[in-house]
């Protein structure tokens, strides 16, 4: 099956710093997730983005899938951006692999 | 999006004993799944929960252990039997909405 690897697995950062994490996937996608776990568990779905970019709020992904990659962009982070960051893919008829995440601590 | 609502949201159990968590969505939706988190880890697919047949189960969980009902488009079940401490572990619900995915808040089970 297909496989993804995220980077960095830890992230520290202060507040008002960015941070750049980073999806890779080992075959062509065609559907493409990023998911924040925050710190109580609850996971929320970020963006959908099979290709090309994608801006919400503070946070944007992009996605080159040709050379089977994707992004995801904090810009000027805050506390409650703390938690875990998921990539889940997909190919074919396939069900979603996810990532092991990265676990980003946005200190004050 | 999705509103879902999943139940319990924890519970300590008895090894040997089941436990039978409950997820309803907000609307009808086709696709519902079963996911595993095992402490500090990734997520798992436990099994693709059909509406009318049997689920569609992952390699390593088996119906037997994880069994799965899906009697309508808004509601689906998922049976942790014949629980050991090894099955500990974050259990979520999930539906495909429009591509993405979104997740109930999850059943934290600990088993003693």
């Known amino acids: 099956g297909i496989q993804v690897e995220q980077s960095p697995p830890d992230l520290i950062l202060q507040e008002g710093a960015n941070s750049t994490l980073r999806c890779n996937f080992s075959d062509s996608v065609n559907n493409l997730q990023w998911f924040h776990q925050n710190p109580w568990g609850q996971l929320i779905n970020l963006f959908y983005?099979?290709?090309g970019t994608k801006q919400n709020g503070r946070l944007s992904a992009t996605t080159v899938a040709t050379e089977r990659y994707s992004l995801l962009y904090i810009s000027s982070s805050q506390t409650t951006d703390s938690g875990v960051y998921f990539c889940a893919v997909n190919s074919g008829y396939s069900t979603l692999t996810f990532g092991k995440g990265t676990m980003l601590l946005v200190s004050p | 999006s999705a509103v879902i609502s999943q139940k319990p949201s924890r519970d300590i159990c008895q090894r040997g004993t089941s436990l039978t968590i409950q997820c309803q969505v907000d609307?009808?939706?086709?696709?519902m799944f079963w996911y595993r988190q095992q402490p500090g880890q990734s997520l798992t697919l436990i099994a693709t929960a059909n509406q009318g047949s049997e689920a569609t189960y992952e390699s390593g969980f088996v119906i037997d252990k994880f069994p799965i009902s899906r009697p309508n488009l808004t509601f689906s079940t998922l049976t942790v039997s014949n629980m050991s401490p090894e099955d500990s572990s974050i259990y979520l619900c999930?539906?495909?909405?429009?591509?993405?995915?979104?997740f109930g808040s999850g059943t934290q089970l600990s088993v003693l």
């Open positions: 999930s539906v495909l909405k429009l591509e993405k995915l979104f």
């Open positions: 609307s009808q939706v086709t696709m």
């Open positions: 983005i099979p290709s």
